[in-house]
């Protein structure tokens, strides 16, 4: 039986869960491999030696590649496992090279189409999750490499269902400040900390592929660790191996441009030094040869120009290092006004000025209304009738309890009422 399954069958491929895993001493796991109607025993000689060991643990769906056996000692059917990887990971890993080859053909990749990083970047946008590592290992590298660089948080998720949509999102939003309102910025990092394919898989969409392929800023990918690469990877202007890497990659070292600074400044003293002293010996050489007794006057002009190059050289220099010194102190001032703190005061005093304005703006109506109804109430009071009754005048009503306007429509025998400005009276008429 043995020998028949071992040359028939042979090696295979089996899927399903892990269950009663046992890892020894001796360095080989047994477990089982189980579905919905049926298990097989399964061991690993050497696991920790074998590809996709890592993958094994109670309850994880596998595949694994093995040899059908038998245990002679418990006439037992059971497969040898070679190698080993999560349910899916195949695909997966189909579906990612389908992908590049895609895009690839599609010119994505080329390195024609690939914008530069700018080397001194002062605002640089961060696509990652809020909670995550990586953010603080990008933050941490940028403060300790250029305090005075402003960094952005775009907080989105980089796990998950639905989680490429809000990276894309970002992306496009951030390639676009004005038109949603963000803050401009030189450079995007786009990234997360190291994971499984699947932790990673959202930066293997094509919608992510495409936002950062249509970017107008230059972008660095910065997903995983060292060994991982995505389809951001290969689409993004520039790759870097991990997020720390990526701080590092998208500004230069502030201390390393203040060395390079001082090395310049030491050269130049140097060479304006070198050049005074051969300057020096040409003179002497000069005083010393046939032209000794005239040498001083002809030389006279001669050391005051070198006496004024020598002035503007030194100014220049000065002037360069204060200059550099003024840069810099900016940089971090305008890095200080930046903080969260200030940022707040200024909004808080915005809002106020909003809330003034908003009050002016309802009470300026309504006094205008107020003014208006006395300005009406004045005008009834004089053209109404009361003003008529104050000048002693009054009315007189019919028997049908119409305003009379002549005496052609009354009659002997009728009753009249007749209103003045403090009460009415009633009369019978009694003749023409």
Known sequence: MKQALEQQVGEVWVEGEVSNLKKQGSGHWY?????????????????????????????????????????????????????????????????????????????????????????????IGIITSATGAALQDILNGLTRRAPWVQPVLFPVRVQGRGAEIEIAQAIEKLGRPKAFGYPHCDVLIIGRGGGSIEDLWNFNEERVARAIASCPIPTISAVGHEIDFTIADFVADLR???????????????????????????????????????????????????????????LREPMQRVDTARARLAQAARSAMDTATVCLNAARTSHRAQHPAFVLERRLHYLSNLQLRLLRAGQDPLDRLHSQVIRLRGLLRALGPESAFQRGFSITFGADGKVLRSAAGIETGDFLRTRFSDGETTSRVVGP
């Open 240 to 298: 870097a191996p991990t997020p720390s890497a990526a701080a590092e990659l998208a500004v230069p070292d502030g201390t390393e441009l203040l060395a390079r600074l001082a090395h310049w400044r030491r050269r130049l003293d140097r060479l304006t030094a070198d050049r005074l002293t051969q300057a020096r010996l040409a003179m002497d050489a000069l005083k010393r040869s046939a032209l000794q007794r005239d040498g001083e006057k002809l």
């Open 31 to 123: 477990f089982s491999l189980k579905d919905e109607g049926a298990q097989i025993q399964c061991a690993m000689f050497g696991a920790r030696k074998r590809l996709g060991a890592d993958a094994l643990e109670d309850g994880a769906k596998v595949r694994v590649f093995a040899e059908t056996s038998v245990y002679e000692a418990r006439g037992q059917l059971q497969i040898i496992v070679q190698k080993a990887e999560r349910a899916g990971t195949g695909d997966l890993q189909a579906r990612f090279e389908a992908l590049k080859r895609k895009l690839q053909s599609e010119g994505l990749f080329d390195a024609s189409r690939k914008q530069s990083i700018p080397r001194f970047p002062r605002v």
